[in-house]
């Protein structure tokens, strides 16, 4: 299957329940259009705490994503207010959670959505190399990940989109073990260095001066094959 995202930005006077309601109707919209095998999204829909160890953005965001066994996009959604832009993406889940809820509700817990570019200094195979084969363990010995979907930004597919290498979608179990620094990291014998780690092992493979952090909420609307959501190849 192909995976596509698709970006929209909350305006700065819409308030989250509005975002969250525009979102929500967009994605309705899409649930009987039969080229789509999977349909999700993740969205912000709350501000983020005022005080945390994550540089949280404060704007509102939304990654719609579709599965579909042809490449040409939605180009409805181009038209659409607030869209940001459209990726082919590959999908690695080097950790997944099992799917025990129905299509439709909240993902248990919380997930923290993160866009980046590649490091300028560096070429892409590098990029890659680091992204994958020394942060992606990294990430998962130090943090409480219950799932982690990786996503290599494989072509923009409209004209204006906005320029991003990586969308990754991390989710914890419960906003403690993300918000809480303790948890995230680690317990006070080993979270200054844990920290230090991650900052240097994150800038050494992305601009750290444009990277997004987001606070937010997954959704599946058609997710009956979700074994199917991830490639063979989903673990390299």
Known sequence: ?????????????????????????????????????????TITEEPPPKVSIIPFKKKKIAAITVKMKEEKPLEDMFRLEGFEGVYSVTEALPVAYEKTWVDGEKTPGVCLLTLFKQKKSIDYKTFLDRWHNSHTPLSLKIHPLWHYNRNVVEEKLSKHSAKWDGIVEEHMRSRSELLNPFKFFGNPLVIIPRMIQVYIDTKS???????????AIEYHLKANNLTNMSDKHNKR
């Open 1 to 41: 299957m192909i995976k596509q995202i698709y970006l929209f930005r909350g305006d700065d006077h819409e308030t989250y329940e509005a975002f969250k309601d525009r979102v929500g109707k967009t994605v309705q919209s899409l649930a009987e259009n039969k080229r789509i095998l999977y349909l999700g999204y």
């Open 205 to 215: 493979f992305l601009d750290y001066n444009t990277i997004e952090p987001y606070l």
